[in-house]
């Protein structure tokens, strides 16, 4: 993962400069763009994840999965529709512990399942509410474009300092036992150094897409594709790619459905998060199937 690490620094600053050299609209259009695709295809595989994971249960029904995994987006979907504050919340939260799972799972050695799910929940939080931080008023609008409730304050600092305590509490115990590295812990602290640079000088969209993509997205993508296939060879990538093609276009035309059913009645960003958060949902559930898997496997 050292690779993919070195990657993410250097792009992560060649977005800080695209920030920089190029027009506000056009930078939110490339946002979008990186999210509709690498965004969306990380997470357009879980049917064939789900199958790798039972491919020893004799008696099972891959229309039964697609139908399960159909019904989940739609409840979602209907979610955002009927009760969008309840569902906008429930968004944060599994991205939030999704996010922190992805970045952690591979590093967090514990053997104390409470913990470690409240510190991948902690640590995406905490992610989540650095870009909050930094872009506080787009955030405002955008809550009251789902929820149709204005916020006063977000409590952003309370929130960071809570968080940012219980994982310094922990990674400082971690490093007592001898289950973190201080090389670790210090990459990591750079890590959200970066990441605070990146959203304190760009927009929420292009923060947001610089971390989704490259912090998240591509580093799933390899965990997926050496899961799946045991590498990550290009013939692996592009296997991967051809298996997800259908699901991707299938959730852009999804995407392009839901906008011209509900563009009179809601906001882009109403429908846009709807449409994260319906694939958000089943999405996480079949990443931590997986971490588990890998992990009982010898």
């Not at 029904?61 to 989940?72: G, N």
């Not at 990550?232 to 991707?248: E, N, R």
């Not at 299938?250 to 009179?264: E, P, T």
């Amino acid at each position: 993962m050292k690779n993919i690490f070195n990657f993410s620094i250097v792009t992560s600053f060649l977005g800080l400069w695209v920030n920089t050299h190029v027009p506000e609209s056009f930078e939110l259009i490339l946002g979008f763009i990186l999210i509709f695709t690498f965004g969306m295809i990380h997470g357009s595989n879980d049917l064939l994840i789900v199958n790798k994971i039972l491919k020893n249960i004799k008696h099972y029904s891959k229309f039964a999965l697609l139908t399960a995994y159909l019904f989940i987006v739609s409840i979602a979907i209907l979610i955002f529709y009927w009760a969008p504050s309840l569902a906008m919340v429930l968004f944060i939260i599994f991205s939030a512990y999704h996010f922190g799972e992805q970045h952690w799972d591979h590093r967090f050695s514990t053997s104390k399942t409470l913990l470690k799910s409240s510190f991948y929940f902690s640590y995406g939080m905490l992610v989540l509410f650095m870009l909050f931080n930094f872009n506080d008023a787009g955030v405002k609008l955008i809550v009251f474009e789902i929820t149709g409730y204005e916020i006063a304050n977000l409590y952003v600092n309370i929130v960071l300092a809570i968080l940012g305590g219980f994982i310094g509490i922990v990674l400082f115990t971690e490093f007592l036992t001898k289950r973190l590295s201080i090389q670790i812990i210090l990459k990591e602290l750079f890590t959200l150094a970066v990441l605070a640079i990146i959203f304190s000088s760009s927009s929420l969209i292009w923060g947001f897409s610089i971390y989704f993509i490259l912090w998240h997205s591509i580093p799933s993508l390899i965990e997926q594709i050496t899961f799946i296939y045991g590498d990550v060879k290009t013939d692996s990538a592009l296997k991967y790619c051809k298996a997800a093609l259908p699901y991707w276009v299938i959730s852009l035309v999804g995407m392009v459905i839901l906008y011209a059913i509900f563009s009179s009645e809601k906001q882009f960003y109403s429908l846009f998060f709807a449409f994260i958060a319906a694939v958000t949902f089943p999405h996480a559930f079949v990443m931590l199937r997986m971490f588990s898997k890998k992990k009982a496997q010898p």
